[in-house]
């Protein structure tokens, strides 16, 4: 157990539809990492957070949107879905996002759009 | 921008016999390298880094790996494969003074034969 959570699980959703997927931190981690896996795209990331602060931008669609609140869960915001955003979405965090920090991945949310 | 190859698809080993991943980088400066395993319906589970310092990097599990700076390469190592180490293995690249996204390989399936 890395210590990372992250809700819901499982969803599954229809196209058009706004889901929101949550993450919480290590305790005493102040970054959040935001990575999307899929079979033809492998493993993208997407968006970075430290203490509250987007830091670094990935490949993250204009439908998706995220946000670090002040008691460091985070939340990744996906709208207007399509089939092809089915994908597992994990969070990841670390103690203060400097390169050689290691980064511990929670369990991930799978996401089915119908 | 750095990127991660990881040429083989699925390494098969027999249990007991020793296991290679490949891992080949490209960054521009100087990198740092992470391992990570996926078991099925998991998250991705830190297993070893390289900053700097000694080539040889020592790991959880047994698992080791070398860092070898003229063949851009950080292969992931273990002496004696058990078959519980069948799993999805990410080889991973940050850049030194870069942002602070982790690029990953596409992954190698390792299946430990019994």
């Known amino acids: 157990d890395s210590g990372v959570t992250q809700t819901p699980k499982h969803l599954i959703t229809a196209t058009g539809q706004r889901v929101t997927l949550r993450c919480s931190p290590r305790?005493?981690?102040?970054?959040v990492y935001w990575y999307q896996q899929s079979l033809d795209q492998g493993l993208q990331f997407l968006i970075q957070y430290y203490n509250g602060e987007e830091r670094a931008k990935g490949n993250i669609l204009e439908r998706f949107s995220a946000q670090q609140f002040p008691d460091l869960h985070s939340e990744l915001n996906l709208s207007s879905l399509e089939l092809g955003d089915s994908a597992l979405y994990f969070c990841?965090?670390?103690?203060?996002?400097?390169?050689?920090?290691?980064?511990?991945f929670g369990p991930g949310t799978r996401l089915t759009v119908l | 921008a750095q990127s991660v190859a990881q040429p083989e698809d699925q390494v098969n080993v027999a249990e007991g016999n020793p296991l290679t991943v490949k891992c080949t980088y490209s960054?521009?400066?100087?990198?740092?390298l992470f391992w990570y395993v996926q078991y099925p319906n998991r998250g991705l589970q830190f297993l070893l880094k390289y900053i700097t310092g000694d080539n040889l990097v020592k790991g959880s599990y047994g698992f080791e790996a070398e860092f070898n700076k003229s063949q851009t390469s950080f292969h992931l190592k273990k002496p004696s494969a058990l078959v519980s180490d069948s799993a999805l293995y990410f080889c991973a690249v940050r850049e030194l003074y870069g942002n602070n996204r982790l690029a990953f390989g596409k992954g190698n399936q390792v299946v430990v034969i019994p």
């Open positions: 305790s005493g981690d102040l970054s």
């Open positions: 960054v521009s400066g100087n990198p740092y």
């Open positions: 990841a965090s670390s103690v203060d996002g400097q390169g050689k920090d290691t980064q511990y």
